[in-house]
């Protein structure tokens, strides 16, 4: 079956550093890919897609590269603020007969000190 | 504004008794989706629907129900037969199944009293 796997977190970064959140992914068929942002006791807003390889998704400074040879979709981002203090997750949409539903990964915490 | 609202936003359930979580959307998407998400382990699919008075068990569907009866509208009942209900608990829709992004309610969260 489909799923993804994201870094572990939390992980605790200083304001104005780069940040990259890893993200692999397993999928029956040739999926879109999605970032996604929680901040505390909110729904998931969509931060960036991609829907085919090489396809890169951007939005507020963050990037990630749809990368089909590497099955990956790491998020980027070059100066992080305190404010980018939020859960994210990985997910993936499979058009190959798989699940239905976004496949989530587990998330990773990420923390920014001033 | 076009969105989805969730209530209540904290709930609370005695023992033997069923809940129901309430989700509308005004986005006139035709697909529903209900997840449950609890700490350290992502989003699980509990139920979805594609179209009105049609919906299909996810991952993770023992003790709860649905009904899809309006478009708007796709209520998840947490059963008795649920034993592990304490979660925040997410609805989603989507234009359609498949790739289309999903936009998000703000959760409710459901505690055992």
């Known amino acids: 079956g489909d799923s993804v796997t994201q870094m572990e977190g939390p992980v605790t970064l200083s304001e104005e550093a780069f940040l990259t959140i890893n993200c692999t992914y397993t999928?029956?068929?040739?999926?879109?890919l999605f970032w996604y942002v929680q901040y505390p006791g909110e729904g998931l807003q969509l931060l960036l897609k991609?829907?085919?390889?090489?396809d890169k998704g951007s939005n507020k400074g963050f990037e990630a590269t749809y990368r089909k040879e590497t099955t990956s979709f790491h998020l980027e981002k070059g100066s992080v603020q305190v404010s980018d203090s939020a859960v994210y997750f990985c997910?993936?949409?499979?058009?190959?007969?798989?699940?239905?539903?976004?496949?989530f990964g587990k998330g990773t915490h990420l923390i920014i000190q001033p | 504004d076009g969105g989805i609202t969730q209530s209540p936003k904290y709930l609370f359930r005695k023992e033997g008794q069923n809940v129901t979580l309430s989700c509308e959307q005004n986005?006139?998407?035709?697909?529903m989706y209900w997840y449950r998400q609890d700490p350290g382990q992502g989003l699980r699919l509990i139920y979805y629907?594609?179209?009105?008075?049609?919906?299909q068990k996810g991952d993770i569907a023992e003790g709860y129900s649905v009904s899809r009866e309006k478009k708007e509208s796709f209520p998840l009942t947490v059963t008795s037969a649920q034993k592990n209900p304490t979660a925040f608990y997410l609805c989603?829709?989507?234009?359609?199944?498949?790739?289309?992004?999903?936009?998000f309610g703000d959760g409710t969260r459901l505690s055992i009293l």
């Open positions: 986005l006139n998407h035709d697909a």
């Open positions: 999928a029956t068929g040739y999926p879109s």
């Open positions: 989603a829709s989507s234009l359609d199944r498949g790739r289309q992004p999903q936009h």
């Open positions: 997910a993936l949409s499979d058009t190959g007969g798989g699940a239905d539903g976004l496949t």
């Open positions: 991609a829907t085919k390889a090489d």
């Open positions: 629907s594609q179209i009105v008075n049609d919906f």
